[in-house]
C-alpha cells in the first residue's frame, strides 16, 4: 500500500481522536489535531497538503486559545481561583475510573463542588460559584469543539482534493 495513503488513514485516526479529545480534556485534543495536520502536509509534500495544514492550524489553535480566554474570562470575573478548576479536573480523572462513561463529568463537577464549599464554607455561593464555573468550561469546550471539526473537515476536503487531482 502506498505511504501516502496509509499515513492519510493514520492521520485521519489521530484527528477523529484529536476532535474527542476536545470533549475528554485528558487528550489533548487541538495540539493532536495541529500535529496531525502538519504529519499529513510533511507525507503528501504538495500544496494542498500545506494549504489544510495552514487553515486548520488557524482554527484549531484558534478554538484553542478562544477556549482558554473565554474559560479564564468568566472565572476571573467571577472570581473562581483556577485551584477550584483544577481540583476538578483531578477529580474528573479519578471519576472517568470510578464511574464508567459519565465519571469525568460527574467528578469534575463534584470536585468543582467540595473544592468551592471548603472556600466560600457555605453551599449557596459555592454551589453558584460552580455552575458558573461549568458553563464557562462548557463554552469553551463548544468553541473549541466547533472550531476542531472545522480543522477536520478542512483535513477531508483537502484529501478529497488531493486525491483527485494527483
Wanted: net charge positive.
Amino acid at each position: 500500500m502506498d505511504l501516502q495513503v496509509v499515513m492519510t488513514v493514520v492521520c485521519g485516526a489521530l484527528i477523529a481522536v484529536g476532535i474527542a479529545g476536545v470533549i475528554v480534556p485528558v487528550l489533548p485534543g487541538s495540539i493532536l489535531i495541529i500535529i496531525s495536520l502538519l504529519v499529513w502536509a510533511l507525507t503528501v509534500a504538495s500544496t494542498e497538503g500545506w494549504v489544510v495544514f495552514a487553515i486548520g492550524t488557524v482554527l484549531a489553535g484558534g478554538g484553542l486559545a478562544a477556549g482558554l480566554v473565554l474559560t479564564g474570562r468568566t472565572l476571573r470575573q467571577r472570581q473562581i481561583p483556577g485551584r477550584s478548576v483544577t481540583i476538578g479536573a483531578l477529580a474528573g480523572i479519578v471519576g472517568l475510573f470510578v464511574i464508567p462513561v459519565v465519571g469525568l463529568f460527574v467528578g469534575f463537577a463534584a470536585g468543582l463542588f467540595v473544592s468551592e464549599l471548603v472556600r466560600q464554607r457555605r453551599a449557596g455561593p459555592a454551589l453558584t460559584s460552580s455552575l458558573h464555573a461549568l458553563k464557562a468550561t462548557g463554552v469553551g469546550i463548544l468553541v473549541e469543539l466547533g472550531l476542531a471539526c472545522l480543522a477536520g473537515t478542512t483535513w477531508v476536503i483537502g484529501v478529497w482534493v488531493y486525491f483527485t487531482t494527483s
